[in-house]
Protein backbone atom coordinates (compact mmCIF):
# COMPACT_ATOMS: atom_id res chain seq x y z
CA UNK A 1 0.00 0.00 0.00
CA UNK A 2 2.75 2.13 0.53
CA UNK A 3 4.27 2.15 -2.49
CA UNK A 4 0.82 2.85 -4.69
CA UNK A 5 -0.17 5.80 -2.22
CA UNK A 6 3.28 7.10 -1.18
CA UNK A 7 5.90 5.92 -3.76
CA UNK A 8 9.00 3.44 -3.40
CA UNK A 9 10.98 4.57 0.02
CA UNK A 10 14.39 5.12 -0.73
CA UNK A 11 16.28 2.22 0.76
CA UNK A 12 19.58 2.29 1.83
CA UNK A 13 21.53 -0.98 1.96
CA UNK A 14 23.89 -1.69 4.65
CA UNK A 15 26.15 -4.14 3.05
CA UNK A 16 25.36 -7.37 4.18
CA UNK A 17 23.85 -10.12 2.65
CA UNK A 18 21.44 -12.43 4.84
CA UNK A 19 20.04 -15.83 3.88
CA UNK A 20 17.14 -17.79 6.06
CA UNK A 21 16.84 -21.45 6.07
CA UNK A 22 14.23 -23.99 7.66
CA UNK A 23 15.37 -27.53 8.28
CA UNK A 24 14.45 -30.92 9.98
CA UNK A 25 16.49 -31.62 13.05
CA UNK A 26 18.73 -33.84 13.37
CA UNK A 27 21.16 -32.32 15.13
CA UNK A 28 20.83 -34.60 17.97
CA UNK A 29 20.73 -31.63 20.60
CA UNK A 30 23.49 -29.91 18.99
CA UNK A 31 21.27 -26.50 18.30
CA UNK A 32 18.72 -25.63 21.06
CA UNK A 33 18.30 -21.89 22.69
CA UNK A 34 19.36 -18.90 20.36
CA UNK A 35 22.84 -18.92 19.54
CA UNK A 36 25.42 -17.40 17.16
CA UNK A 37 28.96 -18.16 16.05
CA UNK A 38 31.22 -16.22 13.65
CA UNK A 39 34.17 -16.86 11.41
CA UNK A 40 35.34 -13.39 10.90
CA UNK A 41 32.47 -11.43 10.31
CA UNK A 42 30.64 -14.26 8.49
CA UNK A 43 27.37 -14.81 11.58
CA UNK A 44 25.50 -18.12 11.35
CA UNK A 45 22.72 -17.82 13.97
CA UNK A 46 20.33 -20.84 15.13
CA UNK A 47 17.42 -21.92 17.58
CA UNK A 48 15.24 -25.32 17.67
CA UNK A 49 11.50 -24.16 16.70
CA UNK A 50 9.01 -27.09 18.07
CA UNK A 51 8.22 -29.51 16.71
CA UNK A 52 11.35 -30.71 14.94
CA UNK A 53 12.80 -28.14 12.78
CA UNK A 54 15.79 -25.48 13.10
CA UNK A 55 15.99 -22.19 12.03
CA UNK A 56 19.27 -21.20 10.64
CA UNK A 57 19.95 -17.49 9.68
CA UNK A 58 23.58 -16.60 7.92
CA UNK A 59 25.02 -12.89 7.16
CA UNK A 60 28.21 -12.31 5.24
CA UNK A 61 29.47 -9.19 4.06
CA UNK A 62 29.20 -7.33 0.72
CA UNK A 63 29.53 -4.15 -0.95
CA UNK A 64 26.54 -2.28 0.22
CA UNK A 65 25.49 -1.40 -3.55
CA UNK A 66 25.89 -4.82 -4.93
CA UNK A 67 23.49 -7.72 -5.77
CA UNK A 68 24.44 -11.19 -4.07
CA UNK A 69 26.35 -12.34 -6.44
CA UNK A 70 25.03 -16.41 -7.86
CA UNK A 71 28.29 -17.78 -6.93
CA UNK A 72 28.15 -16.36 -2.93
CA UNK A 73 24.87 -18.53 -2.71
CA UNK A 74 26.06 -22.16 -3.84
CA UNK A 75 27.33 -24.71 -1.57
CA UNK A 76 31.31 -24.29 -2.02
CA UNK A 77 30.92 -20.40 -1.41
CA UNK A 78 28.97 -21.14 1.53
CA UNK A 79 31.22 -23.69 3.09
CA UNK A 80 34.04 -21.76 2.85
CA UNK A 81 32.70 -18.81 4.50
CA UNK A 82 31.63 -20.41 7.38
CA UNK A 83 34.70 -23.01 7.79
CA UNK A 84 37.71 -21.12 9.42
CA UNK A 85 40.98 -21.93 7.53
CA UNK A 86 42.85 -22.69 10.24
CA UNK A 87 40.90 -25.17 12.15
CA UNK A 88 37.77 -27.35 11.80
CA UNK A 89 34.77 -25.88 13.09
CA UNK A 90 33.14 -26.98 16.42
CA UNK A 91 30.24 -29.52 16.43
CA UNK A 92 27.17 -27.05 15.97
CA UNK A 93 28.64 -25.17 13.50
CA UNK A 94 29.80 -28.28 11.28
CA UNK A 95 25.80 -29.34 11.74
CA UNK A 96 24.65 -26.15 10.25
CA UNK A 97 27.60 -25.64 7.83
CA UNK A 98 26.32 -29.46 6.19
CA UNK A 99 22.76 -28.55 6.38
CA UNK A 100 22.98 -25.45 4.74
CA UNK A 101 25.17 -26.45 2.15
CA UNK A 102 22.50 -29.57 1.62
CA UNK A 103 19.83 -27.24 0.98
CA UNK A 104 21.08 -23.95 -0.75
CA UNK A 105 18.48 -24.38 -3.01
CA UNK A 106 16.07 -23.72 -0.61
CA UNK A 107 17.50 -20.87 1.31
CA UNK A 108 15.94 -17.42 1.19
CA UNK A 109 17.78 -14.77 0.74
CA UNK A 110 17.97 -10.58 1.10
CA UNK A 111 20.23 -7.55 1.51
CA UNK A 112 20.28 -5.78 4.61
CA UNK A 113 18.88 -2.72 4.19
CA UNK A 114 16.47 0.19 6.05
CA UNK A 115 14.25 2.98 4.87
CA UNK A 116 13.15 6.59 5.76
CA UNK A 117 10.74 6.87 8.59
CA UNK A 118 7.06 7.60 7.21
CA UNK A 119 3.97 7.10 9.10
CA UNK A 120 1.51 9.24 7.12
CA UNK A 121 0.49 9.22 3.37
CA UNK A 122 0.37 12.69 2.14
CA UNK A 123 -3.30 14.07 1.12
CA UNK A 124 -5.48 11.03 2.58
CA UNK A 125 -5.90 9.53 6.17
CA UNK A 126 -3.67 6.51 5.89
CA UNK A 127 -1.50 5.17 8.58
CA UNK A 128 1.39 3.30 7.94
CA UNK A 129 2.50 0.84 10.72
CA UNK A 130 5.52 -1.80 11.15
CA UNK A 131 7.84 -2.53 8.42
CA UNK A 132 6.03 0.03 5.95
CA UNK A 133 6.41 2.81 8.46
CA UNK A 134 10.14 2.07 9.02
CA UNK A 135 11.67 -0.76 7.59
CA UNK A 136 14.68 -1.21 9.47
CA UNK A 137 17.59 -4.47 9.61
CA UNK A 138 16.97 -7.73 11.39
CA UNK A 139 20.13 -7.85 13.47
CA UNK A 140 17.95 -7.31 16.98
CA UNK A 141 14.38 -8.93 15.87
CA UNK A 142 12.37 -5.50 15.97
CA UNK A 143 10.33 -5.95 12.64
CA UNK A 144 7.71 -7.77 14.16
CA UNK A 145 8.27 -6.47 17.62
CA UNK A 146 7.71 -2.54 16.61
CA UNK A 147 4.98 -3.49 14.28
CA UNK A 148 3.17 -4.68 17.51
CA UNK A 149 3.92 -1.67 19.50
CA UNK A 150 3.20 0.73 16.62
CA UNK A 151 -0.44 -1.02 16.90
CA UNK A 152 -0.46 -1.09 20.36
CA UNK A 153 -0.31 2.23 20.52
CA UNK A 154 -1.98 3.70 17.50
CA UNK A 155 -5.12 1.67 19.14
CA UNK A 156 -4.89 3.07 22.42
CA UNK A 157 -4.65 6.07 21.34
CA UNK A 158 -7.68 6.32 18.15
CA UNK A 159 -9.99 4.37 21.67
CA UNK A 160 -9.26 7.17 23.55
CA UNK A 161 -9.31 10.09 21.15
CA UNK A 162 -12.62 8.13 19.67
CA UNK A 163 -14.30 8.15 23.19
CA UNK A 164 -13.94 11.31 24.45
CA UNK A 165 -15.85 12.17 20.87
CA UNK A 166 -12.87 13.45 18.94
CA UNK A 167 -13.40 12.44 15.31
CA UNK A 168 -10.61 14.46 13.73
CA UNK A 169 -8.89 11.61 11.82
CA UNK A 170 -6.08 13.90 10.87
CA UNK A 171 -5.16 14.63 14.43
CA UNK A 172 -4.74 11.17 15.50
CA UNK A 173 -2.78 9.96 12.81
CA UNK A 174 -0.37 13.35 13.48
CA UNK A 175 -0.63 12.30 17.19
CA UNK A 176 0.50 8.82 16.40
CA UNK A 177 3.39 10.13 14.51
CA UNK A 178 4.51 12.85 16.76
CA UNK A 179 4.52 9.87 19.79
CA UNK A 180 6.09 6.96 17.71
CA UNK A 181 8.79 9.06 16.08
CA UNK A 182 11.26 9.42 19.15
CA UNK A 183 11.05 5.66 19.95
CA UNK A 184 11.30 4.57 16.06
CA UNK A 185 14.74 6.58 15.64
CA UNK A 186 15.99 5.05 18.68
CA UNK A 187 15.08 1.25 17.94
CA UNK A 188 16.39 2.00 14.17
CA UNK A 189 19.60 3.24 15.24
CA UNK A 190 20.56 0.64 17.93
CA UNK A 191 19.59 -2.11 15.55
CA UNK A 192 22.13 -0.50 13.24
CA UNK A 193 24.95 -0.41 15.82
CA UNK A 194 24.26 -3.78 16.77
CA UNK A 195 24.97 -5.18 13.61
CA UNK A 196 28.74 -3.73 13.40
CA UNK A 197 29.90 -7.28 14.24
CA UNK A 198 28.96 -8.57 10.52
CA UNK A 199 30.66 -5.65 8.58
CA UNK A 200 33.62 -5.63 6.16
CA UNK A 201 36.56 -6.20 8.50
CA UNK A 202 34.16 -6.65 11.87
CA UNK A 203 36.39 -7.59 15.00
CA UNK A 204 33.58 -9.76 16.35
CA UNK A 205 35.40 -11.10 19.65
CA UNK A 206 35.59 -7.26 20.41
CA UNK A 207 32.31 -6.29 19.23
CA UNK A 208 30.19 -9.00 21.30
CA UNK A 209 32.11 -8.05 24.40
CA UNK A 210 30.86 -4.92 23.71
CA UNK A 211 28.26 -5.62 23.94
CA UNK A 212 27.96 -7.04 27.38
CA UNK A 213 29.38 -3.58 28.71
CA UNK A 214 27.55 -0.02 28.98
CA UNK A 215 25.87 1.52 27.25
CA UNK A 216 25.12 -0.99 25.32
CA UNK A 217 23.39 -2.82 28.12
CA UNK A 218 21.61 0.75 29.45
CA UNK A 219 19.94 0.68 25.50
CA UNK A 220 18.94 -2.95 25.65
CA UNK A 221 17.17 -2.41 28.60
CA UNK A 222 15.48 1.04 27.04
CA UNK A 223 14.69 -1.17 23.51
CA UNK A 224 12.33 -3.47 25.73
CA UNK A 225 11.39 -1.37 28.39
CA UNK A 226 10.40 1.68 27.07
CA UNK A 227 7.14 0.61 25.11
CA UNK A 228 5.13 4.11 25.15
CA UNK A 229 2.32 2.98 26.85
CA UNK A 230 0.26 4.11 29.10
CA UNK A 231 -0.01 7.25 27.20
CA UNK A 232 0.17 10.02 29.03
CA UNK A 233 -2.10 13.28 29.77
CA UNK A 234 0.43 15.02 26.97
CA UNK A 235 0.60 12.24 24.62
CA UNK A 236 -3.51 12.18 24.30
Known amino acids: MR ?5 EPPVR ?54 PIADDLKGPDALRGAYTPPNAPPGAQARWMIDAIC ?7 WARMQEHEM ?3 ATGCNVLYLGDAAHGMV ?13 SANAAELIARRYSDGDADVDGWLAKIEASRAGRMRFVMEFSLDATDTMLEGADPVQ ?3 HKNEEPFQSRLKALYRDVGLPFDGNML
Open 138 to 150: PTLGQGATQAIED
Open 207 to 209: GTR
Open 3 to 7: RGISG
Open 118 to 120: LYR
Open 13 to 66: HIGVAIFRLLVPDTSNGLIDDYEQWFNGPNRLLAFKVPPGHIYIAGTFPIAPDS
Open 102 to 108: ENAADTH
